[in-house]
């Protein structure tokens, strides 16, 4: 099987292509850059075939798909600054990236009769509730820009093929690129305190299971909506925070003990205005993927435990 990924300088594609490789797929890894860009940690990727595309670059992306052949594209290409995008002078360029990107992309899938991975997100539904979201619940309610474009992608995609995967995740960590769990490391290490949300509810999804997943996924003709996230059961951003440092103290990282650091929980009122408007409610329905016979990732804590252990800190 050949396959096409966009976004391989990000979090998710990196590990994407090192799956193929373990698996013995033939991939072409896909970025804006000139060449590949993402972290020299000599992994498979890093010496894998690569074809700069701009996405947003209509014929460019029909002449490097048109010549690839893939029999899969999966797209993990996008515009991922949430508050950023929400700028007045953003919105077309994240517009032009998240859902004519995808569109150009799609067309080519459609010329080709080849299937398409689309990487979405749980900001295509208005964040309210407790209930956990259906994969195929319809009703769309974006409440920033990233969401809004996000879902002109996935339509994009579902109005133009039949053979496509439309998986929305949450909450990504990876090694190559900026998360949360970086990010707390980092303040964690130069504060008494931080103050963490904890009325925002879901769960982390680790970019190297996930990975796996959707290198299961396309060697099947199981085509829809899907979600996907790490189980372990739902949580807070606060929660996750306690974790990321009980384990890292764990891992010999003395200084993310609670008496080096506390963490306290504070609503999102509390907090502070963020430029986009955050979701409250990320919980992530996952039943389908049991349903049609794929196998759900590991708990989020265990996760991280491998992550904390390939990661610098
Ligand atoms: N990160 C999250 O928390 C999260 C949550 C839910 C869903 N998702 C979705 O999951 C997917 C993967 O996310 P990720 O965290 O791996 O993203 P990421 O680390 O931000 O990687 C995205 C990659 O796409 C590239 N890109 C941007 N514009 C492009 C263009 N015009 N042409 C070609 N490449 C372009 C970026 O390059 P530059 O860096 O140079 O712009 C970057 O290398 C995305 O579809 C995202 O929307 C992410």
């Not at 052949?69 to 929400?86: N, Q, R, S």
């Not at 919105?91 to 459609?110: D, Q, S």
């Not at 309610?141 to 996935?154: F, H, I």
């Not at 090694?175 to 963490?196: A, C, Q, S, Y």
Request: hydrophobic share 35%.
């Amino acid at each position: 099987m050949k396959v096409l990924v966009t976004g391989v300088a990000g979090q998710l594609g990196h590990d994407v292509m090192n799956e193929l490789a373990k698996r013995g797929y033939e991939g072409t890894g896909s970025d804006i850059a000139p060449v590949y860009s993402g972290i020299a940690d000599d992994s498979a990727v890093t010496k894998m075939p690569y074809a700069a595309m701009d996405i947003t670059d209509k014929a460019s992306v029909e002449h490097i798909i048109m010549e690839q052949k893939p029999d899969v594209v999966i797209h993990c290409a996008a515009w991922t600054a949430v508050d950023l995008a929400e700028d007045d002078d953003k919105v077309e360029k994240v517009r032009l990236v998240n859902a004519k990107g995808t569109e150009n992309i799609a067309l080519v899938c459609k010329k080709l009769d080849c299937k398409m991975v689309y990487i979405s997100t749980d900001y295509v539904f208005d964040g309210q509730g407790t209930q956990p979201w259906d994969p195929d619940c319809k009703d769309y309610k974006p409440q920033n820009v990233y969401g809004q474009t996000k879902l002109e992608g996935e339509l994009a995609v579902a109005n133009n093929l039949e053979k496509y995967f439309i998986v929305r995740i949450a909450w990504v960590f990876g090694v190559n690129g900026k998360n949360f769990i970086k990010t707390m490391l980092n303040v964690g290490k130069n504060h008494n305190e931080i103050r963490v949300v904890n009325d925002q509810i879901g769960t982390p999804t680790y970019t190297y299971d996930l990975a796996r997943l959707l290198v299961d996924m396309i060697e099947t003709d199981k085509y829809g909506y899907y979600h996907v996230t790490n189980e372990g059961g739902y949580i807070s951003w606060y929660d996750f925070t306690v974790e990321i440092f009980r384990q890292a103290v764990l891992q010999g990282h003395c200084e993310y003990a609670p008496d080096k650091v506390k963490v306290t929980p504070v609503t999102t009122e509390e907090y502070g205005i963020s430029k986009a408007k955050r979701p409250f409610n990320s919980r992530l329905d996952k039943s389908k993927l049991a349903a049609n016979g794929f196998r759900p990732l590991p708990a989020w804590q265990d996760a991280l435990e491998r992550y904390l252990k390939v990661i610098e800190f």
